[in-house]
T-cell receptor, first 113, second 114 residues
Framework: AQTVTQSQPEMSVQEAETVTLSCTYDTSESDYYLFWYKQPPSRQMILVIRQEAYKQQNATENRFSVNFQKAAKSFSLKISDSQLGDAAMYFCAIKNSGYALNFGKGTSLLVTP | DADVTQTPRNRITKTGKRIMLECSQTKGHDRMYWYRQDPGLGLRLIYYSFDVKDINKGEISDGYSVSRQAQAKFSLSLESAIPNQTALYFC?????????????FGPGTRLTVL
């Protein structure tokens, strides 16, 4: 079984600052993928970033980067130069060789001017 | 145009009614999924389909059925809706390349059962 834990129900960041969202997971598999999805008020689920577990290098997408610590089963998301449009729910998810994504319960990010 | 569309976007219905939610995609993906989102619970898988002839139950399939009419269309039905099926429903698609399988979501359907 796989579980995903997001221990921060809510986070707040000022515009232009950096924020880190935490995610820990548990899986018995050695090969898996980790994802961060963003859900703005429009409720659309938008893929932010993806990390392959076999890659040691942390994934980066523009202002979004991850800190992947495989031994610790940790997968945090760092948002740099935060913008008002980054305000959303952020979900961490894991997928192994099976069929489905397992999601955490989400972190609500508030961005203040 | 959006790659994954869902209709309707919002629906209010009464207990006992039959409801169908539809999903269409232009991404050319072979895999399609239905998820349900409840407040504080994240998304949970209802059904998934790897091709037209392959349909499988997910974590919470009781009370739901699906139909894969074509590669691009995947419908979710509630045969007799009940209030605890009030939720946000998402369709997703993915391409079967290795098991990378990044899933792309539709805009969601908000269903309210009175």
């Amino acid at each position: 079984a796989q579980t995903v834990t997001q221990s921060q129900p809510e986070m707040s960041v000022q515009e232009a600052e950096t924020v880190t969202l935490s995610c820990t997971y548990d899986t018995s598999e050695s090969d898996y993928y980790l994802f961060w999805y963003k859900q703005p008020p429009s409720r659309q689920m938008i893929l932010v970033i993806r990390q392959e577990a076999y890659k040691q290098q942390n994934a980066t997408e523009n202002r979004f980067s991850v800190n992947f610590q495989k031994a610790a089963k940790s997968f945090s998301l760092k948002i740099s130069d935060s913008q008002l449009g980054d305000a959303a729910m952020y979900f961490c998810a894991i997928k192994n060789s099976g069929y489905a994504l397992n999601f955490g319960k989400g972190t609500s990010l508030l961005v203040t001017p | 145009d959006a790659d994954v569309t869902q209709t309707p976007r919002n629906r209010i219905t009464k207990t006992g009614k039959r409801i169908m939610l539809e999903c269409s995609q232009t991404k050319g993906h072979d895999r399609m999924y239905w998820y349900r989102q409840d407040p504080g619970l994240g998304l949970r898988l209802i059904y998934y389909s790897f091709d037209v002839k392959d349909i499988n139950k997910g974590e919470i399939s009781d009370g739901y059925s699906v139909s894969r009419q074509a590669q691009a269309k995947f419908s979710l039905s509630l045969e007799s809706a009940i209030p605890n099926q009030t939720a946000l429903y998402f369709c997703a698609t993915s391409e079967s390349i290795g098991f990378t399988d990044t899933q792309y979501f539709g805009p969601g359907t908000r269903l309210t059962v009175l």
